[in-house]
């Protein structure tokens, strides 16, 4: 039982910044990689940034430079710092894990898990 939950999302103006956030709970034993993925409208869901239980990033080429990916492991969450902001970045924008999970060893099992969106409007 584990489950994503996304915050942070809004309306701002280009240029401007905003923090994301994405908090996992549950039965969690270690989580490998979380990532940022975001759709808008007609369009096929994207990958936007990931980072590894090692810390390494991975960053779309039209966020380089404009967006960066962090994590607290004590919390299980996972941030993605948003600056520069364009009208085209407009999507939902949706956290994904993948994780082990499991209440005891014998149980443990490896899970990828979505939350359900958070809504980032980039508009004057």
């Known amino acids: 039982q584990v489950q994503l939950v996304e915050s942070g999302g809004g309306l701002v103006q280009p240029g401007g910044s905003l923090r994301l956030s994405c908090a996992a709970s549950?039965?969690?034993?270690?989580?490998?990689?979380m990532g940022w993925y975001r759709q808008a409208p007609g369009r096929q869901r994207e990958l936007v940034a990931t980072?590894?239980?090692?810390?390494?990033?991975n960053y779309a080429d039209s966020v380089k430079g404009r967006f960066t990916i962090s994590k607290d492991n004590a919390a299980n969450t996972v941030y993605l710092q948003m600056n520069s902001l364009k009208p085209e970045d407009t999507a939902v924008y949706y956290c994904?894990?993948?994780?082990?999970?499991?209440?005891?060893?014998?149980?443990?099992?490896?899970?990828?898990?979505w939350g359900h969106g958070t809504l980032v409007t980039v508009s004057s």
């Open positions: 980072i590894t239980s090692s810390s390494s990033t």
């Open positions: 994904n894990a993948h994780l082990v999970t499991g209440s005891d060893r014998r149980s443990y099992r490896s899970l990828e898990v």
């Open positions: 549950g039965s969690i034993v270690s989580i490998n990689t």
